[in-house]
């Protein structure tokens, strides 16, 4: 069973960072894409990035593209969004997700394409 477990969120000044983690367990994800989604009150849930776990190929929304940077650590089993130069419409809440590949880098940005999710963080980007 794979379990997915954010932490890391919280309240930020405008222009400040955060790094949020998901700790994944459950089995080995080496043919899997690991991805960071986000959901501001009374909206859908946008993609924010992914990761391709074997190889690091990251992909980004152009909302975050410069900005956010994904990574993780393979020995720990460990996914990573670094948030940088924050701005009041990235406050959400940050879900990490988990799938095997199924195609395209890119077209693992829609969730429907994504079977394991975590349970969310708060992030507040204050102005």
């Known amino acids: 069973q794979v379990q997915l477990v954010e932490s890391g969120g919280g309240l930020v000044q405008a222009g400040g960072s955060l790094r949020l983690s998901c700790a994944a367990s459950?089995?080995?994800?080496?043919?899997?894409?690991m991805a960071w989604f986000r959901q501001a009150p009374g909206k859908e849930r946008d993609f924010v990035g992914n990761?391709?776990?074997?190889?690091?190929?990251?992909y980004y929304a152009d909302s975050v593209k410069g900005r956010f940077k994904i990574s993780r650590d393979n020995a720990k089993n460990v996914l990573y969004l670094q948030m940088n130069s924050l701005k009041p419409e990235d406050t959400a809440v940050y879900y990490c997700?988990?799938?095997?590949?199924?195609?395209?880098?890119?077209?693992?940005?829609?969730?429907?394409?994504?079977?394991?999710w975590g349970q969310g963080t708060q992030v507040t980007v204050s102005s």
């Open positions: 459950g089995r080995t994800f080496s043919s899997y894409a």
């Open positions: 990761i391709i776990w074997i190889g690091g190929s990251t």
């Open positions: 997700a988990a799938a095997r590949l199924k195609g395209p880098q890119a077209t693992m940005s829609r969730d429907a394409r994504y079977d394991y």
